[in-house]
């Protein structure tokens, strides 16, 4: 079984920055896609970024297009989100999640992946 653990959440003021770390471990830890949801209180989880297994490929959610930066070391089967520019209307938990298939045409839905971390609380407020 795949555990998938998230860390580097936290408090931080609007224009500021935070940087996500998920660490995957146990058995079958190579993922094809690995990427970041995150969940706002009383909707959905909402995707936000993937890289391919390479790392050479990437693919975001529009609205953190520009801002975001994920990027993974399979040294240390560990995916990271580099948040820049963070707004309150980022303050969300975030997950980390992974799958079998990368693709780079349209967002990604939680269907799309079959191991998922517990979640970072982000909380971006001044």
């Known amino acids: 079984q795949v555990q998938l653990a998230e860390s580097g959440g936290g408090l931080v003021q609007p224009g500021g920055s935070l940087r996500l770390s998920c660490e995957a471990s146990g058995r079958d830890s190579r993922f094809n896609v690995m990427g970041w949801f995150r969940h706002f209180p009383g909707k959905e989880r909402e995707f936000v970024a993937v890289?391919?297994?390479?790392?050479?490929?990437?693919y975001y959610a529009d609205s953190v297009k520009g801002r975001f930066t994920i990027s993974r070391d399979n040294a240390k089967n560990t995916v990271f989100l580099q948040m820049n520019s963070l707004e309150s209307e980022d303050t969300a938990v975030y997950y980390c999640a992974a799958g079998p298939t990368f693709r780079l045409s349209g967002d990604y839905a939680e269907k799309d992946f079959t191991s998922w971390g517990q979640g970072t609380q982000v909380t971006v407020s001044p």
């Open positions: 890289v391919s297994w390479s790392g050479e490929m990437t």
